[in-house]
């Protein structure tokens, strides 16, 4: 019996790494390499084309209430508007702030959102019987006079979870997931 309880609790502590996070997140950080160069004064090249194609703008805003160090950048608390862009075959999130790009940070890992993801973690607004009419008479004469080719954005999502020595932000964007990753004291 104590043989089988051995083996048992061998197999369990051999498999734990198997069942841990499979994201390794110290060489992660470590090979991320920030952005070489710096954008024509700090204004992100393809911003023109993405405000003309849809409707308001497609960046999500986000707040950060404290200090988030990448390497030898530290991100002050304010909002900035996301935008995962790729520059020189590498991709990036652009933080900005009053149309100008303060931080470029790199993605250290990018994956396909998953499907109906967006459906499933975002609230869903109640609607009373009356919104629900007007609706889908707008939603009626808008399909029968259209006044612009715009579509709407894609859907986006930021989640945040907070390790012990990292803060690891998932960046959900249209049909991709950018994860960025920060340190949580500058040292």
Same mark, same amino acid.
């Given at each position: 019996m104590k043989k089988n309880l051995f083996l048992i609790i061998f197999f369990i502590f051999s498999a734990l790494p198997v069942y841990s996070s499979d994201l390794d997140l110290d060489t992660l950080?470590?090979? =991320?390499?920030? &952005?070489?160069?710096?954008?024509?004064? @700090?204004?992100?090249?393809?911003? @023109?084309? @993405?405000?003309?194609?849809?409707?308001?703008? /497609?960046? #999500?805003l986000f707040r950060t209430s404290a200090e988030l160090y990448f390497k030898n950048i530290k991100i002050e608390p304010g909002y900035y508007l996301l935008t995962p862009r790729t520059l020189k075959e590498?991709?990036?999130?652009? &933080? +900005?702030?009053?149309? +100008?790009?303060?931080?470029i940070i790199p993605?250290?890992?990018?994956? =396909?959102t998953p499907l109906n993801f967006?459906? =499933?973690n975002t609230p869903q607004i109640k609607k009373t019987k009356w919104q629900k009419f007007t609706q889908a008479i707008?939603? +009626? &004469?808008?399909?029968? =006079? +259209? @006044?612009?080719?715009?579509?709407? #954005? /894609?859907?986006?999502l930021i989640n945040i979870d907070v390790e012990t020595k990292y803060i690891i932000m998932n960046f959900y964007y249209g049909e991709n997931k950018y994860i960025v990753l920060f340190k949580r004291s500058p040292y």
């Open positions: 950080y470590e090979s =991320a390499e920030p &952005f070489s160069s710096k954008l024509y004064n @700090d204004i992100d090249p393809y911003q @023109d084309e @993405d405000t003309i194609r849809y409707a308001w703008s /497609p960046y #999500p590498k991709d990036y999130v652009l &933080f +900005k702030q009053n149309g +100008k790009v303060e931080h993605v250290v890992k990018k994956e =396909a967006y459906n =499933a707008r939603k +009626k &004469f808008y399909n029968t =006079a +259209k @006044d612009s080719g715009r579509s709407t #954005p /894609p859907s986006s």
